[in-house]
Nanobody
Framework: QVQLVESGGGLVQPGGSLRLSCAGS????????MAWYRQGPGKERELVAL????????NYADSVRGRFTISRDNAKQVVYLQMNSLKPEDTAVYYC????????????RGQGTQVTVSS
């Protein structure tokens, strides 16, 4: 059974940090680019960060560049999103996906983890 399971979300104060993890099973993540998306309340889903299958090419949304870092450990089947200097507008459900390149079709997607940035 294919699964992507996100963890690490929670409540954090503005300026704080969180590290999200996404564990894949039932398929080999090294065969896919992996991405983090988010959807805030009343907002469209947004691509936050994308990392190529071997980790060599990375893209970020302008809103998070310089604050967030995506990485992957293919041997452990895990993708990470390190989030620093968090802002209230980063509040959202964060999802990880296995992505087909170049179509950007989400082949597999997790259930998401809630991140709330509030004082």
């Amino acid at each position: 059974q294919v699964q992507l399971v996100e963890s690490g979300g929670g409540l954090v104060q503005p300026g704080g940090s969180l590290r999200l993890s996404c564990a894949g099973s039932g398929f080999t993540i090294k065969n896919y680019a992996m991405a983090w998306y988010r959807q805030g309340p009343g907002k469209e889903r947004e691509l936050v960060a994308l990392i190529a299958s071997a980790g060599g090419v990375i893209n970020y949304a302008d809103s998070v560049r310089g604050r967030f870092t995506i990485s992957r450990d293919n041997a452990k089947q895990v993708v990470y999103l390190q989030m620093n200097s968090l802002k209230p507008e980063d509040t959202a459900v964060y999802y990880c996906s296995a992505v087909d390149i170049p179509s950007m079709r989400n082949v597999y997607r997790g259930q998401g983890t809630q991140v709330t940035v509030s004082s």
